[in-house]
């Protein structure tokens, strides 16, 4: 029960990061507009995500405008959506393989190798994709860093981190450790067969005695 357990945890921890992931591609606010330094506090602040751009005034109303070509977006904005879009894609069929695969679950149930084999699989895919959104968070993070740091970069125009990278950074490490919980629970091979003792003295030397 201890190892199915170590999956069952596995398991919820790749399913929370892969909400977490679902929820950090859609959102808007990968890098919001700065205030630091010598900036001018306005009443509108710039959110910019991988599908839209919103403004939001000080009101309270927020105006959004989606994208409207993809050829005319800039590269860190469609490798970051090809990355995580890939990380949400392979945690799906990471969960649906896990799922097969899990001690507390009845397919395989007279195959146990096959059954641990199928569960290590989820796991591995669980940690690839993971891997994925941390890649595609961390890129699209370091391009703001490096626009912020730059000098040439007007003062109006410079970003900072927004909430939707950190949600993204606390998926991806979800599936990360539950894909190597899923991973680490390689319990014992049984060997299916009895155990054999040797035959006792007494035994033997009663047989020789009727002889």
């Known amino acids: ?37 010598d900036n001018i506090i306005t009443a509108q602040a710039l959110y910019e995500g991988l599908w839209k751009s919103c403004a939001s005034q000080s009101t309270g109303q927020v105006q959004c405008k989606v994208y409207d070509s ?3 977006l800039p590269g860190i904005v469609v490798g970051t959506r090809g990355l995580m879009l890939a990380a949400i894609l392979l945690c799906l069929i990471a969960i649906l393989v896990a799922v097969v695969g899990m001690k507390c679950t009845t397919c395989l149930t007279d195959q146990p190798e096959q059954k641990d084999k199928v ?4 796991g591995i895919i669980l940690i690839i994709a993971g891997l994925l959104a941390l890649v595609g968070t961390s890129w699209y993070a370091n391009r703001i860093a490096q626009d912020f740091y730059d000098p040439f970069t007007p003062t109006n125009s410079r970003y900072e ?9 606390g998926a991806a ?13 390689c319990g014992k091979k049984d060997s299916g ?3 054999r003792y040797p035959r006792s003295n007494a ?5 020789k005695d009727y002889v």
Do not use: D, H, P, R
């Open 119 to 122: 569960a290590l699989t989820g």
């Open 70 to 72: 993809l050829l005319q």
């Open 193 to 195: 067969k009895a155990l």
């Open 203 to 207: 035994a033997s030397n009663a047989g």
């Open 173 to 185: 490490f979800l599936i990360i450790i539950g894909g190597a919980f899923l991973c680490c629970n």
């Open 161 to 169: 981190f927004g909430s939707a990278l950190f949600v993204g950074w």
């Open 1 to 37: 029960m201890a190892n199915a357990g170590v999956q069952l945890l596995g398991f919820s921890l790749g399913f929370l990061g892969f909400i977490g992931s679902i929820a950090s591609t859609v959102m808007v606010e990968w890098k919001a507009s700065s205030y630091a330094g």
